[in-house]
């Protein structure tokens, strides 16, 4: 389920069968939940600190991987943290590539505190399509082999791409047919975390680069509407990278 109490359920399945529809890739991705209450299952979140952590250049002891799972239970299970439900537990969506030797399959993981959060700030009919949208951008770069570059430039490309990916989607008659106007107020908001470091590997694109990259999106869905067709991905990707220059050059005033 989607949600504390599973009031996303409904549209992150709609959207995201969607999704499956829109776009020409494979459809073996898996859509996956995150709640806070994890952390109240201590012989979990012992099982991921050994399998994923280490301690001094090997694996963590189990007392020390129980004491700190115990330590997570105390903290986030405390009205502070709303007993397990603060959305800043899990203010995060991402996609990820099968891992075969963990058995994880591709998969996109929402967490409730990111819907929740954007819902209280009055954007529930559009947040979770948003940012469902983005995440499978993703995908949908993993299926055509877009380059993955570590550095500054090389993810801010396929963040915008992927930014350009979802406003196509979003206002696109066969897609979720958002209002553009609608769509524009929420991500004014959603690129507040565009970021100006440039020097980041991390580095998404500042939050006008990001909103050109919407625009994109939003230009290429409207020349679609009167024929209706969904450009293939490969063609998307094309037009997206003869775009970029423009899309990340610094506003004239």
């Known amino acids: 389920s989607f949600g ?3 009031e996303f359920t409904n549209v ?12 020409n890739i494979p459809t073996d991705i898996q859509i996956a939940d995150a709640h806070g209450t994890i952390y109240n299952n201590v012989p979990l979140v012992v099982a991921m600190v050994k399998e994923f952590f280490t301690y001094g250049g090997g694996p963590v002891p189990d007392d020390i991987a129980l004491d700190l799972a115990l330590t997570l239970q105390e ?8 007993y397990f439900n603060n959305p800043l537990l899990t203010f995060n969506a991402f996609a990820s590539t099968a891992e075969p030797e963990y058995g994880i399959a591709k998969k996109i993981v929402m967490g409730d505190g990111i819907q929740q959060a954007y819902a209280d700030l009055g954007y529930s009919d559009v947040a979770t399509q948003a940012i469902l ?30 930014d350009a990916f979802a406003a196509y989607f979003l206002t696109h008659k066969r897609g979720s047919a958002l209002n553009w106007k609608r769509v524009q107020e929420f991500l004014g908001v ?9 020097s980041d590997d991390g580095h998404h694109g500042t939050p006008n680069q990001r909103m050109k990259a919407a625009e994109f999106g939003n230009q290429l869905a409207n020349q679609a509407q009167k024929q ?20 990340i050059a610094p506003d004239a005033d």
Not at 12 to 23: G, H, I, M, P, Y
């Open 228 to 247: 209706g067709q969904i450009l293939t991905s490969e063609a998307f990707i094309v037009l997206f990278d003869a775009a970029l220059p423009a899309i």
């Open 4 to 6: 504390p109490n599973g």
């Open 133 to 162: 949208a983005h995440e499978y951008g993703h995908h949908v770069q993993f299926a055509k082999n877009v380059n993955f570059v570590n550095s500054p430039e090389g993810t801010r490309r396929t963040e915008l791409m992927a």
């Open 190 to 198: 959603f690129y507040t975390i565009g970021d100006c470091a440039f």
């Open 75 to 82: 903290v986030f299970g405390s009205p502070q943290f709303h």
């Open 12 to 23: 992150t399945n709609r959207v995201f069968k969607d999704l499956k529809r829109f776009w």
